[in-house]
Protein backbone atom coordinates (compact mmCIF):
# COMPACT_ATOMS: atom_id res chain seq x y z
CA UNK A 1 0.00 0.00 0.00
CA UNK A 2 3.02 2.27 0.75
CA UNK A 3 4.78 1.60 -1.91
CA UNK A 4 1.38 1.87 -4.66
CA UNK A 5 0.94 5.71 -2.77
CA UNK A 6 4.72 6.49 -3.45
CA UNK A 7 4.72 5.64 -6.61
CA UNK A 8 1.24 7.05 -7.66
CA UNK A 9 2.20 10.07 -6.31
CA UNK A 10 5.31 9.85 -8.20
CA UNK A 11 3.36 9.21 -11.48
CA UNK A 12 1.30 12.36 -10.73
CA UNK A 13 3.83 14.98 -9.61
CA UNK A 14 5.68 13.79 -12.89
CA UNK A 15 2.78 14.24 -14.93
CA UNK A 16 2.56 17.78 -13.79
CA UNK A 17 5.76 18.46 -14.29
CA UNK A 18 5.53 17.66 -18.01
CA UNK A 19 2.25 19.65 -18.42
CA UNK A 20 4.28 22.76 -17.16
CA UNK A 21 7.38 22.10 -18.39
CA UNK A 22 5.66 21.38 -21.85
CA UNK A 23 3.59 24.85 -21.35
CA UNK A 24 7.01 26.78 -20.59
CA UNK A 25 8.95 25.44 -23.56
CA UNK A 26 5.18 25.92 -25.80
CA UNK A 27 5.03 29.90 -24.53
CA UNK A 28 8.85 30.44 -25.33
CA UNK A 29 9.23 29.01 -28.28
CA UNK A 30 5.39 29.96 -30.46
CA UNK A 31 5.23 33.31 -28.23
CA UNK A 32 8.72 34.40 -28.63
CA UNK A 33 9.00 37.83 -29.62
CA UNK A 34 9.90 37.97 -33.62
CA UNK A 35 10.18 41.44 -34.62
CA UNK A 36 12.28 44.17 -32.86
CA UNK A 37 9.07 46.32 -32.00
CA UNK A 38 8.35 47.94 -28.65
CA UNK A 39 4.82 47.03 -28.76
CA UNK A 40 2.97 44.50 -26.39
CA UNK A 41 1.02 42.12 -27.41
CA UNK A 42 -2.39 42.01 -26.08
CA UNK A 43 -2.66 41.36 -22.44
CA UNK A 44 -5.06 39.00 -20.97
CA UNK A 45 -6.36 40.78 -17.22
CA UNK A 46 -9.44 40.29 -15.14
CA UNK A 47 -10.32 37.28 -17.32
CA UNK A 48 -12.52 35.32 -15.26
CA UNK A 49 -12.80 31.54 -17.12
CA UNK A 50 -8.81 31.64 -17.17
CA UNK A 51 -8.93 32.98 -13.23
CA UNK A 52 -11.26 29.87 -12.11
CA UNK A 53 -9.70 27.65 -14.33
CA UNK A 54 -5.83 27.89 -12.65
CA UNK A 55 -7.91 28.04 -9.32
CA UNK A 56 -9.49 24.76 -9.89
CA UNK A 57 -7.25 22.62 -11.23
CA UNK A 58 -4.47 23.39 -8.22
CA UNK A 59 -7.67 22.45 -6.33
CA UNK A 60 -8.66 19.48 -7.83
CA UNK A 61 -5.03 17.92 -7.73
CA UNK A 62 -4.27 18.31 -4.34
CA UNK A 63 -8.01 16.98 -3.32
CA UNK A 64 -6.72 13.48 -5.22
CA UNK A 65 -3.17 13.88 -3.35
CA UNK A 66 -5.10 14.20 -0.16
CA UNK A 67 -7.81 11.49 -0.88
CA UNK A 68 -5.50 9.16 -1.35
CA UNK A 69 -2.96 9.94 1.46
CA UNK A 70 -6.01 10.43 3.69
CA UNK A 71 -7.46 7.14 2.62
CA UNK A 72 -4.51 4.77 2.88
CA UNK A 73 -2.96 6.57 6.63
CA UNK A 74 -6.33 6.05 7.87
CA UNK A 75 -6.07 2.17 6.93
CA UNK A 76 -2.32 2.18 7.83
CA UNK A 77 -3.07 3.53 11.67
CA UNK A 78 -5.73 0.95 12.56
CA UNK A 79 -5.16 -0.63 15.70
CA UNK A 80 -7.44 -3.60 16.56
CA UNK A 81 -5.87 -4.21 19.80
CA UNK A 82 -6.02 -7.86 19.72
CA UNK A 83 -2.57 -8.86 18.38
CA UNK A 84 -0.88 -11.89 20.22
CA UNK A 85 2.57 -9.57 20.18
CA UNK A 86 2.87 -6.52 21.77
CA UNK A 87 5.61 -4.78 21.78
CA UNK A 88 6.55 -1.38 24.11
CA UNK A 89 8.92 0.47 22.44
CA UNK A 90 10.66 2.67 24.61
CA UNK A 91 13.29 5.69 23.46
CA UNK A 92 15.89 7.50 25.17
CA UNK A 93 18.91 9.52 24.27
CA UNK A 94 19.86 7.81 22.34
CA UNK A 95 19.25 4.05 22.33
CA UNK A 96 15.92 1.93 22.72
CA UNK A 97 14.32 -0.54 25.17
CA UNK A 98 11.86 -3.31 23.77
CA UNK A 99 9.99 -5.11 26.10
CA UNK A 100 7.45 -7.82 24.31
CA UNK A 101 4.32 -9.45 25.50
CA UNK A 102 3.21 -12.90 24.20
CA UNK A 103 -0.05 -14.16 25.36
CA UNK A 104 0.14 -11.51 28.28
CA UNK A 105 3.57 -13.17 29.29
CA UNK A 106 5.96 -9.88 29.34
CA UNK A 107 9.71 -11.06 28.08
CA UNK A 108 13.02 -9.30 29.51
CA UNK A 109 12.86 -6.26 28.01
CA UNK A 110 16.16 -5.43 25.66
CA UNK A 111 17.79 -2.37 25.74
CA UNK A 112 20.51 -0.91 24.13
CA UNK A 113 23.32 1.75 24.08
CA UNK A 114 24.89 4.06 20.90
CA UNK A 115 26.34 2.01 18.61
CA UNK A 116 27.93 2.94 14.95
CA UNK A 117 26.63 -0.88 13.43
CA UNK A 118 23.08 -1.93 13.60
CA UNK A 119 24.47 -5.30 14.57
CA UNK A 120 25.54 -4.10 17.99
CA UNK A 121 22.28 -2.30 18.75
CA UNK A 122 19.44 -3.59 20.80
CA UNK A 123 18.04 -6.44 18.56
CA UNK A 124 13.81 -7.33 18.41
CA UNK A 125 13.18 -10.65 17.92
CA UNK A 126 9.80 -11.11 16.04
CA UNK A 127 7.73 -13.89 14.36
CA UNK A 128 6.43 -13.89 11.28
CA UNK A 129 3.27 -13.90 9.34
CA UNK A 130 1.83 -12.41 12.84
CA UNK A 131 0.28 -9.43 13.69
CA UNK A 132 2.09 -7.05 15.88
CA UNK A 133 1.36 -4.52 18.05
CA UNK A 134 3.38 -1.95 18.55
CA UNK A 135 3.24 1.24 21.53
CA UNK A 136 5.56 3.93 21.33
CA UNK A 137 7.15 5.54 24.60
CA UNK A 138 9.83 8.71 24.78
CA UNK A 139 11.57 9.15 28.12
CA UNK A 140 13.13 12.49 26.89
CA UNK A 141 12.85 14.39 23.43
CA UNK A 142 11.23 13.83 20.27
CA UNK A 143 12.17 10.49 18.20
CA UNK A 144 10.81 8.51 15.61
CA UNK A 145 11.11 4.75 15.29
CA UNK A 146 11.93 3.43 11.64
CA UNK A 147 13.05 0.28 9.97
CA UNK A 148 13.24 1.37 6.35
CA UNK A 149 12.54 -2.02 5.18
CA UNK A 150 9.21 -1.88 6.70
CA UNK A 151 8.36 1.17 4.82
CA UNK A 152 6.80 2.75 8.13
CA UNK A 153 8.21 5.61 10.42
CA UNK A 154 6.33 6.63 13.41
CA UNK A 155 7.39 9.60 15.64
CA UNK A 156 7.50 9.42 19.29
CA UNK A 157 6.41 12.41 21.43
CA UNK A 158 7.26 12.99 25.14
CA UNK A 159 3.87 13.14 26.83
CA UNK A 160 1.00 11.35 24.78
CA UNK A 161 -0.82 9.32 27.39
CA UNK A 162 -1.09 5.47 27.07
CA UNK A 163 -4.23 5.13 25.89
CA UNK A 164 -4.08 7.88 22.70
CA UNK A 165 -4.15 5.81 19.64
CA UNK A 166 -1.20 8.03 18.10
CA UNK A 167 1.28 6.05 20.29
CA UNK A 168 0.21 2.55 18.71
CA UNK A 169 0.02 1.28 15.25
CA UNK A 170 0.01 -2.68 13.88
CA UNK A 171 1.85 -4.64 11.42
CA UNK A 172 0.62 -7.84 9.68
CA UNK A 173 2.76 -8.02 6.43
CA UNK A 174 6.08 -8.67 7.81
CA UNK A 175 6.47 -12.34 6.21
CA UNK A 176 9.83 -12.82 4.99
CA UNK A 177 13.13 -14.03 7.53
CA UNK A 178 16.08 -11.71 7.79
CA UNK A 179 17.75 -9.16 10.22
CA UNK A 180 16.35 -5.14 9.49
CA UNK A 181 18.46 -2.39 9.77
CA UNK A 182 16.43 0.71 12.36
CA UNK A 183 17.04 3.64 13.53
CA UNK A 184 16.00 6.88 14.97
CA UNK A 185 14.91 9.00 11.96
CA UNK A 186 14.07 12.58 14.67
CA UNK A 187 17.69 14.60 15.44
CA UNK A 188 17.27 14.14 18.94
CA UNK A 189 20.51 15.27 20.15
CA UNK A 190 24.24 14.69 19.65
CA UNK A 191 24.03 10.43 19.39
CA UNK A 192 21.29 10.44 17.11
CA UNK A 193 22.91 9.03 14.31
CA UNK A 194 24.07 6.15 16.77
CA UNK A 195 20.60 5.28 17.99
CA UNK A 196 20.39 2.33 15.84
CA UNK A 197 18.86 -1.37 16.09
CA UNK A 198 18.05 -4.04 14.15
CA UNK A 199 14.81 -6.25 13.94
CA UNK A 200 15.32 -10.08 13.28
CA UNK A 201 11.92 -11.80 11.78
CA UNK A 202 12.13 -15.45 12.48
CA UNK A 203 9.74 -18.29 11.53
CA UNK A 204 7.41 -20.08 13.87
CA UNK A 205 9.91 -22.93 15.05
CA UNK A 206 12.57 -20.74 15.21
CA UNK A 207 10.22 -18.51 17.61
CA UNK A 208 8.66 -20.84 19.34
CA UNK A 209 12.68 -21.99 20.78
CA UNK A 210 13.31 -18.09 21.27
CA UNK A 211 9.98 -18.44 23.68
CA UNK A 212 11.72 -21.40 25.23
CA UNK A 213 14.91 -19.43 26.04
CA UNK A 214 13.39 -16.53 27.31
CA UNK A 215 10.78 -18.28 29.48
CA UNK A 216 13.78 -18.69 32.38
CA UNK A 217 14.19 -14.70 32.32
CA UNK A 218 10.66 -13.68 31.73
CA UNK A 219 9.50 -11.27 34.91
CU1 LIG B 1 16.33 9.61 18.67
Known amino acids: MVQSLWNGAWIAALATGAVVIGLILWATIFHRKRRAKAELPPQVRYNLPIEMLYTLIPLVMVSVFF ?3 ARDSETLSRVDGDATVKVKVEAFQWSWRFTTTVNGKTLKPV ?5 SDYHQGPQLVLPTKTKIEFDLETDDVIHSFWVPEFLFKRDIIP ?14 TLDKKGVYAGRCAELCGVDHSRMLFSVKLVDQNE ?9 GSAQ
Open 159 to 172: GIPEDNPGRKFQIT
Open 67 to 69: FFT
Open 207 to 215: WNQYLTTQA
Open 111 to 115: AGVPV
